[in-house]
């Protein structure tokens, strides 16, 4: 060894006797070392108690203690404080309340290690806080805990500002128990429970807890957790209310703006409708235009309804008459359309399984024209109608009245003048002076008067009905052409038509399907004006006649009543003729066709008292000839020709035929 050498050895060692053991350099390095890399307490406690650092004193000790300590505190702070600030982002980021909620249970749980965790929500009317949201609950019952405030863990925190735990639920006697809920905690296996209060707008409206299924004392920090995690709940809760309000004031406005749209297009629609209905009133078209509008409005099949087309069984709107009427009896007690099922009349049977349910009906909706307490008209609308179609049908209504007030004082108008015009006709002067101004107001009727002009009598007990009805169907089948009037107790019509009874039997049609009783005589036709006088006469005759035999609801003409017709004008050779055709004509027209005599046959049986075998004596023929004749004669002139009262009728024709060679 160098002299240098040994000097220094010997100032280490005077230096070592006179400050005692030294710690070594690396030993003291490798402590601050562990302290720099966040080595846990007990890492450091084995590095502190080995023998590199046995030196080092007590007090040099308990520092780099009590230095490591302190950093593992602050990292788990840091660690906590970045869980809570994880959740705090993930819980903004969710929109849904509940997906929230279920986030910070989950992170309470999760922070604070404990087996379970739940929140809950105050019900301030029962006075009760109950489990809303639960992570690692596994008993139902424990899941739909409702506890009272102040009882329990849970009561007690949902009713208070602060923070409650307890080590062992079960066991800690400072708690307010209730028997159900110990039996839900203890099937749960729960023994120590922390939770926190939520807080919204100073009121508490909940608790966030978390629970272990061991005894466990919770420290500060995790309790200050928790509070900060019950404090996220609170604001994510607050903002979902708050969110949930505005969207709720956001739809509230929206459907205020769409119903103030949908006003306004109502309103344009309705402006547009009446407009069109002025149009159509204006347009001097009648009912038909007006329907049409109103079909075109509404989008639907429509139909109108006059008050005289709802009696009877059906209405020539092809509807159900009487339930059509029931819906307009409705319409008229409300002031607004009625809505039905009706049977279309093309449905309609006398066969009673035909008029079962299960036919097809149609949803009809009906508004009726109402003025005063009378139904003028219906309007038939086919389906159920909205709230504006019904309002745009109620202002259809309006304008049917007005038309058919307005056809009505047109009507009465023209009644009458047709009602003057006939009884100038009537007149016993009508074909002197006044002969020039009748022509030309009969002219305006359709009516020459040098022109064949028969005349129909309508005898009935209700007049209006009458004269409505027939009104309508010269109207229809005559094309307008006539005049119709009431005239002394009864309705008239003057027609040229060469054929009445069918116009009659129109008229008697109609009245029976109204169920109007009335009798119909037909007479004419008649050569020119001064004829009608006499026609008129007969035809009334001939409608008394019908009534005073108690044939309702008939028809007839001078030929069609055989011998009664005959005593009503047994001067009249041309009725002669009618009564024969009308009699016994299908067997006159088959002996002409065929050469047979059937007509002879007839009278010579009849003259026999309806004897075939005098018949056959007279006639010299065979019986079984006579029969045979029979036979085909009950083919020719209906069965019961020889039977009743058409005996004498067709007797009293075929002597009219044999005295005047007809």
């Known amino acids: 060894m160098s002299d240098d050498g040994s000097a220094s050895a010997a100032q280490s060692r005077a230096a ?30 084995a590095l502190l108690a080995g023998p590199d650092l046995r030196h080092l004193s007590p007090a040099a000790r308990q ?118 809920v110990d039996e839900a905690v203890r099937a749960e296996g729960v023994r120590a429970i922390l939770g926190a209060p939520l807080h919204v707008e100073g009121r508490v409206i909940g608790a966030l807890l978390v629970a272990d299924r061991y005894p466990r004392s919770y420290d500060h920090d995790q309790a200050s957790t928790l509070n900060s995690l019950a404090s996220l709940a609170a604001v994510a809760l607050e903002t979902a209310q708050l969110v949930e309000s505005l969207h709720h004031s956001l739809d509230q406005a929206r459907h205020a703006e769409a119903e ?196 129909l009598i309508v005898d009935s007990q209700e007049p209006e009905t009458a004269h409505a009805v027939v009104a309508r169907v010269v109207h229809e089948t005559a094309a307008g052409v006539g005049l119709v009037a009431s005239h002394r107790g009864h309705v008239c019509a003057l027609l040229p038509s060469e054929a009445p009874s069918h116009i009659g039997t129109e008229i008697s049609t109609e009245l029976q399907r109204r169920n109007v009783a009335a009798t119909v005589g037909c007479a004419g036709p008649g050569r020119g004006i001064a004829s009608v006088r006499d026609t008129h006469e007969r035809a009334h005759r001939l409608a008394r006649a019908l009534r005073l035999l108690g044939r309702e609801g008939e028809v007839a003409t001078e030929s069609m009543l055989g011998s009664v017709g005959l005593v009503l004008g047994a001067q009249d050779t041309a009725l002669h003729r009618a009564i024969v055709q009308d009699t016994i004509g299908p067997a006159l027209v088959y002996d002409t066709e065929h050469g047979t005599s059937m007509a002879p046959t007839a009278l010579a049986y009849l003259d026999a008292n309806r004897s075939v075998a005098a018949t056959a004596a007279r006639l010299h023929l065979h019986q079984n000839t006579v029969r045979q004749r029979l036979d085909k004669l009950d083919r020719l002139l209906g069965a019961d020709w020889r039977d009743g009262t058409r005996v004498l009728d067709v007797h009293l024709a075929l002597r009219l035929w044999q005295l005047s060679h007809l």
């Open 16 to 45: 070592t006797s006179s400050t005692g053991p030294t710690v070594p350099a690396h030993a003291v390095e490798s402590v601050l070392t562990a302290l720099a890399s966040e080595a846990d307490v007990a890492a450091l406690d």
């Open 260 to 455: 103030s749209r949908r006003h306004v297009t109502d309103l344009q629609r309705l402006e547009r409708a009446d407009a069109a209905l002025v149009s159509a009133l204006s347009s001097m078209e009648g009912l038909s235009r007006i329907e049409a509008e109103v079909a075109t409005i509404l989008g639907t099949d429509v139909q109108m309804v006059t008050a005289d087309m709802l009696s009877g069984a059906r209405t020539t709107a092809g509807h159900d008459a009487r339930r059509l009427s029931e819906l307009a009896q409705e319409s008229r007690r409300t002031g607004e359309p009625a809505t039905g099922d009706l049977r279309p009349a093309d449905q309609r049977s006398t066969d009673p399984e035909a008029n079962s349910p299960a036919q097809t009906r149609m949803t009809t909706t009906v508004m009726a024209a109402v003025v005063g307490d009378k139904v003028l008209g219906v309007i038939c609308a086919s389906g159920p109608l909205s709230a504006l179609d019904g309002l745009i049908l109620q202002r259809a209504a309006t304008t049917l009245i007005a038309q058919l007030l307005f056809d009505q004082a047109i009507a009465e108008a023209g009644t009458r003048e047709q009602s003057e015009l006939l009884d100038l006709v009537l007149a016993e002067d009508a074909t002197g002076p006044s002969l020039p101004v009748l022509q030309r107001k009969l002219a305006e009727h359709g009516i020459h008067v040098e022109a064949s002009l028969a005349v």
């Open 63 to 180: 520092a780099m203690r009590t230095i490591g300590h302190t950093l593992a505190e602050a990292r788990s702070r840091q660690a906590l404080l970045n869980a809570i600030y994880e959740t705090a982002l993930e819980i903004t980021a969710k929109r849904d309340r509940e997906a929230a909620i279920r986030t910070i249970v989950r992170s309470a749980r999760t922070i604070v290690g404990s087996d379970m965790a739940y929140l809950s929500l105050n019900d301030y009317a029962t006075e009760e806080t109950y489990i809303h949201t639960t992570d690692g609950v596994v008993t139902s019952a424990y899941r739909s805990l409702r506890m009272p405030f102040g009882t329990g863990i849970l009561g007690a925190v949902a009713d208070s500002d602060v923070p409650a735990a307890t080590r062992d639920y079960l066991a800690d006697e400072s708690v307010h128990h209730i028997a159900s």
